[in-house]
């Protein structure tokens, strides 16, 4: 009765798992192969963009006033400033993004034009719409299949599917007769594409069930949040004026509001400054490093009388701050976490491609197989 019972859950997780390989392999490999990409994703830029990275030096001479009006006149009209972010590693340029005028872009995002500038001479290097860059549209291959509107929600799916898949294959390749080790040995069958599958399967399986569920959490982030307790984002980031167009005239300069926000946090470093935007909260936003601390934090400054708000609860309601979804990004993309993880990561991207077509050889031949055998018992 046992021996029945696990027969039929072999082949239902069988078919479970024949059906994720072969009906979703044309969206899974995609997926994998340009996330696989994207764990480069700095040097890619730099190799296919490297006129953005001619910097000069990494001393940051100008005051990043200089840097916005160098964007500015590198605009000329077509497109209104709405950030600066000066350099954090030796080697990067200071970059201004602006908000280029006329209709939006997919999924009702804003255009934005880039400045890349020299940060020692205040140079224009090179400028561009992020958007239209060959790794951008990775990211959004990898984030949403190009689809507009449901795209994130139809990746956040596949990342089941593969959790699903992962778990079904090490189900599948866990020996039924003999111990652990067994399962370990190149030859656990006749074919090659067999043994390479199963092979490819068992140590690749742990890291694609976690960029997995990474993944969903990522294209799920209302859900994956209410889920774990995490408070939703504050402010424009996630509320519904995130895409709210730069102000016109701001009434207090980039200068002053820089100056406001280093005055409040004496000895800090700016990183970014952002311009303030159309409605009820018009501030700008300096974020600010100083030496001892791990992460920037943001200043507000009030743009109608250049003085800094008071900070508010990042957390809301009284919860605890985000730090959950950082960490999540950071193990799936692999940012910051050294060459060994961004190695399997990368690896685990091409993983599913050779899964995936291994899987469907192997399943055309055992068809083909059994079609044989069938004909030839209604011949005899």
Avoid at 117 to 125: A, E, F, N, R, S
Wanted: proline letters at 8%.
């Amino acid at each position: 009765m046992t021996q029945t019972l696990n027969a039929r859950l072999r082949r239902l997780w069988l078919d479970v798992h024949l059906w994720i390989g072969a009906g979703l392999l044309v969206l899974l490999i995609p997926v994998s192969l340009t996330g696989s990409a994207l764990v480069w994703h700095d040097a890619l830029d730099r190799a296919l963009y490297s006129e953005r990275y001619a910097v000069t030096g990494p001393d940051v001479r100008l005051p990043a006033a200089a840097y916005a009006q160098a964007a500015e006149q590198a605009f000329a009209g077509r497109a209104a400033l709405t950030q600066v972010r000066l350099p954090q590693e030796p080697g990067d340029p200071v970059v201004a993004v602006g908000r280029l005028q006329g209709e939006p872009g997919p999924g009702g995002r804003p255009r934005t034009l880039n400045v890349w500038i020299d940060p020692p001479t205040g140079k224009v290097l090179a400028e561009g719409e992020v958007a239209r860059t060959f790794t951008n549209v990775l990211h959004r291959l990898h984030g949403s299949l190009l689809i507009p509107d449901i795209g994130r929600k139809v990746v956040g799916w596949l990342g089941w599917a593969m959790f699903v898949s992962s778990a079904t294959g090490l189900w599948l390749w866990w020996p039924r007769h003999g111990g652990f080790m067994k399962g370990l040995r190149w030859r656990r069958g006749a074919s090659q594409l067999f043994n390479l599958h199963h092979m490819v399967g068992f140590w690749t399986c742990l890291p694609l069930a976690v960029l997995s569920l990474t993944g969903v959490y990522i294209s799920f982030p209302q859900t994956s949040r209410a889920l774990f307790g995490v408070a939703p984002p504050q402010g424009p980031a996630g509320g519904p004026g995130r895409f709210a167009p730069p102000i016109p005239q701001p009434k207090t300069s980039l200068a002053d509001a820089v100056a406001a926000a280093q005055a409040s946090k004496p000895g800090a470093k700016v990183v970014s400054v952002s311009t303030p935007t159309g409605g009820k909260d018009q501030a700008w936003r300096v974020q600010l490093k100083t030496p001892d601390a791990k992460a920037p934090v943001t200043v507000q400054v009030a743009d109608a009388t250049g003085r800094v708000k008071a900070a508010r609860d990042r957390g809301g309601a009284g919860g605890a701050p985000d730090t959950l979804s950082p960490l999540m990004r950071k193990i799936h993309d692999g940012a910051g976490t050294g060459p060994i993880w961004q190695t399997v990561i990368f690896l685990g991207g091409i993983a599913p491609a050779v899964l995936g077509i291994t899987g469907v050889i192997m399943w055309l031949r055992r068809r083909s197989r059994r079609m044989a055998q069938t004909r030839l018992m209604a011949a005899e």
